[in-house]
């Protein structure tokens, strides 16, 4: 079935440290891929996305790149900041029929001043 | 544009009562999601709607939770007994057709005492 993995963490990054958090997924046809961002105490935000293959999102610094021949969408920022301390959460929604959103597991970001 | 709302923020319980959760999804938005978020965890689908229909409910735990959407538009969710172990957040989300985002609400913490 349709399916999201990425890195669990938890992750302590210092400011300023270069980020990477890689998503791999499973899917039939041609998904949608997102990463989403939970800051303490708060509901779910669309951090980024891309809807077809070689897209790529970005927001905040934040960049992902969709490939299909490798069934990935790896979250990357140059520069992390104390802010973005975070769970992220890597997820694909499905093309067509049911269109089910399927998310990862999370990834819990400390960055450190 | 309004986002979508959900109440109560907070609920605590003792088990073997019910208790309801109300979502409003942003206006227009035809598919509309229930998910459960244990802490720690990545969000866990209980049931899908498109319009007032049901898309995908093989998760829920039928023999205790039960949701609907009547015309389409708002949605209850009810868990009825709760158990300890339904202790999580319940997160509602609301998106168009055609691999569009899923915006989310802030979610209602549930706590079985």
């Known amino acids: 079935g349709d399916s999201v993995t990425q890195m669990e963490g938890p992750v302590t990054l210092s400011e300023e440290a270069f980020l990477t958090i890689n998503c791999t997924y499973t899917?039939?046809?041609?998904?949608?891929l997102f990463w989403y961002v939970q800051y303490p105490g708060e509901g779910l935000q669309l951090l980024l996305k891309?809807?077809?293959?070689?897209d790529k999102g970005s927001n905040k610094g934040f960049e992902a790149t969709y490939r299909k021949e490798t069934t990935s969408f790896h979250l990357e920022k140059g520069s992390v900041q104390v802010s973005d301390s975070a769970v992220y959460f890597c997820?694909?929604?499905?093309?067509?029929?049911?269109?089910?959103?399927?998310f990862g597991k999370g990834m819990k970001l400390t960055v450190n001043p | 544009e309004a986002g979508v709302a959900q109440s109560p923020r907070y609920k605590i319980i003792e088990k073997r009562q019910s208790v309801a959760f109300w979502c409003n999804p942003i206006?227009?938005?035809?598919?509309l999601y229930w998910y459960q978020q244990i802490l720690g965890q990545g969000p866990k689908l209980l049931i899908q709607?498109?319009?007032?229909?049901?898309?995908?409910d093989s998760q829920l735990p039928k023999d205790r939770f039960s949701a609907e959407r009547l015309k389409g538009v708002d949605s209850t969710l009810k868990i009825q007994p709760a158990k300890l172990e339904d202790s999580a957040v319940y997160l509602c989300?609301?998106?168009?057709?055609?691999?569009?985002?899923?915006?989310f609400g802030q979610g209602t913490r549930l706590t079985v005492v």
């Open positions: 989300a609301s998106t168009t057709p055609a691999g569009g985002a899923a915006f």
């Open positions: 899917a039939t046809g041609y998904p949608s």
């Open positions: 891309a809807t077809k293959a070689d």
């Open positions: 997820a694909l929604r499905t093309q067509g029929g049911s269109e089910k959103l399927v």
């Open positions: 206006s227009g938005h035809a598919t």
């Open positions: 709607f498109q319009n007032n229909g049901v898309v995908d």
